[in-house]
């Protein structure tokens, strides 16, 4: 394994990580809301989508939330900070199927990795501690079958 120093960015994931503390810490100090975004989407979505409607008072901040999400990749794009290229190396298919995977396992273990990996873990939830164990286990494992015994480059 070697490291791609000409692609190393730490002031980019410095900055980028306390911009996900802050926020997470703000949502937290202000609302009283955790800031896992499975969570946050879940109740802006339709009821038969997300298993329960989100209520009139709360879909404000969650909107304006995910509108920030989305909003941000632009915002880093006009920015004096180079941005490196976006390429997937599988095709749309496997996108989308790890993408509803991700979504279902979301729903199965109660949050997503910044419910449970930021929010939770600086809570001191054993619950998200167990969560965060169990998602990088699978990540570890995943990349493992997939590289080292199933031959997939990367």
């Known amino acids: 394994m070697t490291i791609d120093w000409h692609a190393f960015t730490p002031g980019a994931a410095l900055t980028g990580g306390l911009l996900i503390g802050f926020a997470a810490a703000f949502l937290v100090l202000t609302i009283g ?5 499975s969570g946050i989407l879940g109740n802006v979505l339709p009821g038969a989508l997300a298993g329960r409607p989100g209520s ?13 999400l989305a909003a941000a990749p632009g915002l ?3 920015s004096a900070v180079p941005m490196p290229p976006v ?6 298919p496997w996108l989308v199927a790890a993408g509803l ?10 949050g997503c990795t910044s419910g449970h990996g930021v929010c939770g873990l600086a809570r001191g939830s054993l619950r998200s501690l167990a ?3 169990t998602f990088m286990a699978f990540g570890i494992a995943t990349v493992w079958l997939l590289h080292h015994v199933l031959q997939v480059p990367a």
């Open 76 to 78: 880093a794009a006009v």
């Open 87 to 92: 390429e997937s190396l599988v095709d749309w």
């Open 56 to 68: 009139g008072g709360e879909r404000g901040w969650r909107i304006a939330f995910l509108l920030g």
């Open 33 to 37: 809301r955790i800031a896992g975004i």
């Open 101 to 110: 995977l991700v979504g279902v396992g979301t729903r199965i273990g109660s």
């Open 131 to 133: 969560a965060t164990l």
